[in-house]
């Protein structure tokens, strides 16, 4: 918690040059892009880096990590996105470290792209689906042609720019798609493309608009994963949120982890190309109190923003788990599960993830592979005084209600 960081995802486009049927931005619910710039003026962009940097000073927040974001980031070319990554640097960083990541779908990526990448050390992720049939099922252009040929030519350049030291190594990030082997996309974007770094996407959806079906696809997809991940046995290979699981098994820091989790949570603001703010960027697809917050880079600062009424309420939701998930064994771990998965019109965020007989599944595999390693009383009591730390609620009999989502594991990794 000492090294406070704000998650600032920075919709600089609000277009896209694909149509990508699931995407969250523009074909869920939310339409406020259509009352948007299509690209963020540099008049916005400077009233951006005021909001951020004096808001990191008199908030005290060490860290600014912007993720230029869109739409498609890259659709505002490259004189205007280096014009815009040098206000950031001038607004910014005179008041506290400013890391920059961008997160693209590839198609635009060349050699004078990743320059300015490498110029203003940003991270660059890349988002695909898996092999050409699953990538070109979904991720498509408006003429319906498949992305995936443009996607990895943009891999390629990357890794090359990697490979002269111009930017660190890119990661993927793959949304998961019906239909599909956890194994397939595993094998296809570690072994043939050779990303290290990568991150699956579970759907941003909520009770009311998941399909019971898919999620249940999604129980036996995340194990797939999990177990591809550990029989691999790569150090070198980071799936990000699965990693993030295994930590407080692994280590007392875990608690820190736990609680800096929690915090990223209510520290991640997205900031639109009109320059309205919000809190994290899958959240107005669920309620428009979160789209229209009222809040804007050019008439309130950051400490405004935080005195919103909503923040009192995410800030009880995060703290506050559903009933079911008081007398859970992983709750310590879990914590009820992403916010806006835990969304229904009904009880609004008072209800399990949709994803919790998944999060069952690998919190159980977890711990059947790391008590190879440590004692299993060790574990036990990380994860009660995480529980603890948390929540302040009493142990939880462990296995007492694992057993209806978590059948036998059928791999076993070691
Ligand atoms: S695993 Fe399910 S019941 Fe347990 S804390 Fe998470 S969401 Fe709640």
């Known amino acids: 918690m000492s090294d406070r960081r704000l998650y600032v995802s920075f919709k600089i486009a609000e277009i896209c040059n694909l149509v990508c049927d699931y995407c969250y931005f523009f074909f869920l619910g939310d339409e406020s892009y259509k009352e948007h710039p299509k690209l963020i ?28 974001h869109g739409g498609e980031p890259l659709l505002v070319g490259k004189k205007r996105f280096t014009d815009f990554c040098e206000i950031l640097e001038r607004t910014v960083n005179p008041h506290t470290r400013l890391a920059i990541a961008l997160q693209t779908n590839g198609v635009l990526l060349d050699e004078e792209w990743l320059r300015i990448c490498g110029r203003f050390k940003i991270r660059v992720g890349i988002s695909l689906d898996g092999p050409k049939p699953v990538n070109d099922r979904s991720r498509i252009d408006r003429k319906g042609r498949g992305s995936y040929d443009k996607i990895v030519r943009g891999i390629r350049k990357a890794q090359q720019a990697a490979a002269d030291g111009v930017i660190e190594p890119p990661g993927a990030l793959i949304v998961i798609r019906p239909d599909t082997s956890a194994r397939e996309i595993y094998r296809h974007v570690v072994h043939d493309l050779g990303l290290k770094r990568l991150d699956f996407m579970l759907p941003k959806d909520n009770w009311d608009s998941h399909s019971p079906e898919f999620t249940r696809f999604l129980e036996g997809y995340s194990l797939d994963l999990l177990n591809c991940w550990l029989e691999d046995d790569d150090p070198t290979v980071n799936i990000r949120s699965i990693k993030q699981m295994f930590a407080p098994f692994l280590t007392d820091v875990a608690l820190d982890v736990r609680t800096n989790y929690l915090a990223d949570m209510t520290e991640a603001i997205c900031i639109r190309s009109n320059g309205d703010v919000c809190p994290d960027d899958t959240l107005p697809a669920v309620d428009s109190t979160f789209c229209t917050t009222g809040f804007n880079v050019h008439s309130a600062t950051l400490g405004d923003f935080y005195q919103a009424p909503f923040w009192s309420d995410i800030r009880q939701t ?9 007398k859970c064994e992983w709750m310590g771990v879990c914590g009820g599960g992403e916010i806006v998965t835990r969304f229904s019109k009904a009880r609004k965020f008072d209800n399990p993830t949709i994803y919790c007989t998944r999060n069952k599944l690998l919190y159980g595999r977890i711990r059947e592979y790391v008590l190879k390693y440590i004692d299993a009383a060790v574990i036990t009591e990380r994860l009660e005084r995480s529980r603890k730390l948390m929540f302040g609620l009493p142990a939880a009999v462990p296995g007492t209600n694992t057993s209806a989502g978590a059948p036998a594991l059928a791999v076993d990794a070691a």
Do not use: K
Request: charged share 20%.
């Open 41 to 68: 003026s540099a008049a916005t962009v400077e009233a951006v880096g005021q909001f951020l940097g004096e808001g990191a000073r008199d908030l005290g927040i060490n860290t600014v990590a912007v993720a230029m």
């Open 318 to 326: 995060v703290l506050r788990p559903p009933e079911e998930c008081t």
